[in-house]
């Protein structure tokens, strides 16, 4: 039964398959028709996962794409619409989207190690350069963590702003993979710092110099590390993406993973879709952070409460997680985190939505969502044929 899950996955990415790339969706909507970084990427990696030459050779064309509409200042585009009467690049909507960047460095890297080839990531060195310059700049404070705008990531239309967890983690993914081939001695200590950071300033009853001690101390730390903080203070959401990166990462002690593992998996059992909410628990209309939830849009609201990024369910995000409970040999866990991707992936008779209500399990989003089928093959293939990823 399970190979019937891969194989529609699978079809799926073929239909989204573009000479110039991944679109993000195979579903006639305008923004989806697009070669998206993120979405490329995560395609990507289904791709190298599931040894098919065609998607891998997407997978190429999908970085090609973005390295040639890369701006000058080192940005890498959000999406960018190619057709026969234009080509429109975007950075991003109402800011710019600082996970392009890091998405785009693990793409080169993992695509070249994958292959076994070194030149391919040569080839593009100087604009990985240029992306780890600026993503130095973005500290603005030289203090080792990215500041990211409001809407600057995936979570376009959520709370987090500042020191967001999520870019810290993708930041070490994309500087690991690609010292992986240039064994820098400075990205080495690079790589440290920004680790020790994380460590200080993400994880409970830990000791360094905190970023706003204040703010720190009066937070109550649960079972995971939160969500985000900047100088208003720490939000304390759970974020099912950045604590799956964490656990694959291994940033933080050995018990405070085994709590995220613990944690998380209760937070998946309790609901009724059996999968991780992307953010938990839900902002509400009396909660403090409403209004900044309800304006962040800009064009209809869609984060109602068990919705989209305020506490909705998706195959991607799920996807990672399931990654991550095999990186700690949690088998049975990720068998049943995989099992239910594939039970949402197939609502509808093969739907592919984007995400789902998890409070009345309702599909939210687009159709035939590339991400989501691709989640089901990284987590597939990882568990039932081995396959690693750098990290």
Not at 97 to 110: E, M, S
Not at 113 to 123: E, L, R
Not at 339 to 344: E, F, M, Q, T, V
């Amino acid at each position: 039964m399970s190979d019937i899950f891969y194989n529609k996955s699978i079809e799926l990415l073929h239909k989204v398959a573009t000479p110039n790339g991944f679109l993000a969706s195979a579903e006639s909507t305008s923004n989806y028709q697009r070669v998206w970084a993120r979405d490329g990427v995560i395609c990507g990696l289904a791709a190298l996962a599931s040894g098919n030459e065609k998607l891998i050779e997407t997978f190429e064309n999908t970085l090609e794409t973005l390295a040639k509409y890369q701006h000058k200042t080192g940005t890498i585009p959000s999406n960018v619409l190619i057709t026969e009467d234009e080509i429109e690049v975007s950075y991003g909507g109402l800011a710019g989207r600082v996970d392009a960047v890091t998405w785009f460095i693990i793409g080169v890297c993992q695509y070249g190690f994958y292959i076994n080839d070194f030149d391919f990531v040569q080839k593009h060195s100087s604009k990985i350069e240029k992306c780890i310059a600026l993503l130095e700049s973005w500290e603005f404070n030289n203090k080792h963590l990215l500041y990211v705008p409001l809407s600057g990531n995936w979570a376009d239309e959520y709370i987090t702003d500042g020191y967001v967890l999520y870019d810290q983690l993708l930041r070490i993914w994309a500087l690991n993979s690609y010292n992986h081939f240039i064994k820098s001695d400075e990205i080495s200590a690079k790589i440290s710092a920004i680790t020790t950071q994380i460590e200080i300033n993400f994880t409970p009853k830990s000791t360094g110099e905190k970023f706003h001690q204040r703010a720190y101390d009066g937070l109550i730390y649960q079972d995971f590390m939160p969500c985000s903080f900047s100088p208003s203070g720490y939000k304390s959401q759970f974020d099912a993406f950045a604590n799956s990166l964490a656990l694959l990462l291994n940033i933080g002690s050995s018990e405070f993973q085994n709590k995220i593992v613990q944690y998380s998996f209760q937070l998946a059992t309790a609901n009724k879709l059996g999968l991780l909410p992307a953010f938990w628990p839900p902002v509400f209309p009396e909660d403090e952070h409403w209004n900044l939830l309800k304006n962040n849009c800009k064009y209809e609201f869609r984060n109602f409460p068990y919705e989209f990024h305020n506490g909705g369910s998706w195959s991607m995000v799920n996807g990672f997680f399931g990654l991550a409970l095999l990186s700690k040999n949690e088998i049975e866990k990720t068998s049943f985190i995989l099992g239910n991707i594939n039970k949402a992936n197939a609502a509808a008779d093969f739907s592919f939505y984007e995400n789902f209500n998890t409070n009345t399990q309702e599909p939210n989003g687009v159709a035939y969502c590339a991400w989501s089928a691709a989640a089901s093959i990284l987590v597939h293939q990882s568990l039932h044929n081995n396959f690693k990823f750098l990290f």
